[in-house]
């Protein structure tokens, strides 16, 4: 092995710069609590590391070398920087155990996770927190990547996700509905409407708003809706509704996020089934309407799934928080 291929051991830099500060190897062991015979291995082993002498032995006190008076405050400058570098990593590692990271469905980042948020810094004192918002299908990702602690999505118990199928622990907050809505035309009817014979004016074949495929509530409501379908009948029985129809409805338009669809639908372009959480206001102010029957209607949790590894302690208090009692 070479001498440039040695390896180093810094603990050979802070004895070069005591003995750089002395000139006196006994002083300069005594004051690193190291055995005289010991250190001066140290001094070598560093000299051979660099290649050349750094101090001149004959001269009382030691002196530095050419060599070595151009290596000490490079050396100086090195050591500052990775007691910087240390310094920084640490604090960068007890932001890390402070703070929380989420990644949350565009439509509940928007509706439900600032008031929700809110009631948990009410209980809990938080660090810095990070938000991500995405479809459900790239929040998923994250979190199966480690990139975040939790998720916040709506879910189904009889459409499961990828964090259901690998089993990750998961809380309901709370329950949404995704309703079929509407513009409303003059008299109020909805201009869409999914049982178009009983709504006067409306269209035969209402155009619907549609979710795409990495849309969270795009796969509920696909699912749910071919269930509804392939039990057209008992549901019509179950509901006093006759001729309850297949929703082969023409599709105008598709996107991911919840939010585009409900302004295509205030528009009049179409009907999309939305979270109620989202629609409320519309609803009760008459800029939406409801665009079916209560059996339209598909019943949805509010999800909080975690890292199935232990977390931070701000993560676990939190978790623990939203625990059921």
């Given amino acids: 092995m070479g001498p440039g291929n040695r390896p180093l051991d810094l603990e050979w830099l802070e ?12 002083r300069a062991a005594q004051a690193r609590s190291i055995a005289q015979p010991a250190f001066s291995r140290h001094i070598r082993g560093l000299e051979e590391w660099v290649g050349v002498a750094l101090f001149d032995r004959s001269a009382h006190p030691a002196a530095l070398t050419a060599a070595g008076a151009r290596f000490l ?29 989420f990644a949350a469905t565009h439509v509940l980042s928007l509706t439900f996770f600032p008031r929700w948020l809110g009631g948990i810094e009410a209980q809990l004192r938080l660090g810095p927190i990070q938000t991500l918002s995405d479809s459900s299908h790239a929040c998923e990702d994250l979190m199966l990547q480690r990139r975040v602690q939790f998720v916040l999505c ?13 089993a990750y622990p998961t809380h309901r907050l709370s329950d949404d509905v995704l309703m079929p809505v ?12 999914l049982d178009a014979s009983a709504r006067p004016g409306a269209m035969e074949d209402p155009a619907v708003l549609a979710y795409s495929e990495a849309s969270g509530l795009g796969r509920i409501v696909r699912t749910v809706l071919n269930a509804h379908a ?12 006759d001729n309850v129809a297949a929703p082969a409805f023409p599709v105008v338009f598709t996107a991911h996020h919840a939010v585009l669809l409900r302004t295509l639908a205030l528009e009049g372009r179409g009907l999309a089934w939305l979270p109620l959480s989202l629609v409320a206001d519309d609803l009760r102010e008459g800029r939406l309407v409801e665009g079916g029957a209560a059996h339209w209607r598909v019943p949805v949790e509010i999800r909080l799934y975690r890292q199935p590894a232990e977390m931070s302690a701000a993560a676990e208090a939190l978790w623990r928080l939203m625990a059921p009692d």
Avoid: I, K, M, Y
């Fill in 15 to 26: 004895d070069f710069l005591a003995l750089a500060d002395c000139g006196n190897f006994s």
């Fill in 73 to 101: 405050p490079l050396l100086q400058e090195t050591l500052a920087g990775l007691q910087a570098a240390r310094t920084q990593a640490r604090a960068a590692h007890e932001r890390d155990a402070a703070s929380l990271s």
């Fill in 154 to 166: 709506h879910g189904h118990a009889a459409v499961p996700g990828r964090l259901d199928d690998a």
């Fill in 182 to 193: 509407s513009a409303p035309g003059p008299g109020g009817e909805p201009l869409h409407a």
């Fill in 230 to 241: 392939a039990n057209a009948p008992a549901n019509a029985a179950s509901n006093g509704v």
